[in-house]
């Protein structure tokens, strides 16, 4: 194809993909992109705006949890993170990272830690049924904090950590917060 038919070929399909879209009309809100920023994350989805929010508000709410635990003033925040969240375990399979040359059917989160952005990943349908992804989320997001201040921590330590941090919970009137509560899916697990 010559040099000038490519640019013509090029020009169409970016205007087709501008066109199209709008074409049919008012989509699902859970079919287009999205993204929330709070004080310290961005959440990218293809999810409903107020799913973005809560799960911004969340990441917000253990952020200021874990400052208090570690009496930490200032967590680095040289290096933004981004959250990416999908509708559910389908959605978000073709992006699971891999293990043995085939897609981790297992992993239901992911931290990326980056040089110059930190990128976790979830669907909100993880968490074993429970839903919302809460626990996969603070798990998550955990690692991202072992990974600034304990870097050099072994893998059994950091995964321990992040599953015990899962279970976070902050009570009504955010005066509590419960940390430790069984994980049967896990105890499960461990049973065979």
Do not use: C
């Not at 996969?136 to 950091?158: G, I, Q």
């Amino acid at each position: 194809m010559k040099r000038s038919n490519i640019k013509l070929f090029v020009f169409l399909v970016a205007a087709l993909a501008l066109v199209i879209p709008s074409a049919t009309g008012a989509r699902d809100e859970r079919e287009s992109w999205a993204s929330v920023s709070s004080r310290n994350f961005l959440v990218v989805g293809r999810v409903r705006e107020k799913d973005l929010r809560r799960v911004a508000a969340r990441l917000e709410e253990y952020r200021a949890v874990f400052s208090r635990l570690l009496s930490v003033e200032h967590f680095d925040a040289s290096v933004p993170t981004t959250v990416i969240v999908f509708r559910d375990d389908r959605a978000y399979q073709p992006f699971k990272p891999l293990y043995r040359g085939q897609t981790a059917a297992f992993v239901s989160g992911y931290f990326q830690p980056g040089a110059e952005v930190n990128y976790v990943t979830l669907a909100l349908d993880s968490d074993n049924g429970r839903g919302g992804g809460s626990s996969t989320l603070l798990h998550e997001y955990t690692h991202l904090l072992v990974n600034n201040y304990f870097r050099a921590a072994p893998l059994w330590l950091k995964e321990g950590l992040a599953e015990f941090y899962s279970t976070a919970r902050v009570s009504g009137d955010r005066r509590r917060v419960t940390l430790g509560a069984q994980l049967p899916h896990r105890a499960r697990a461990l049973r065979g």
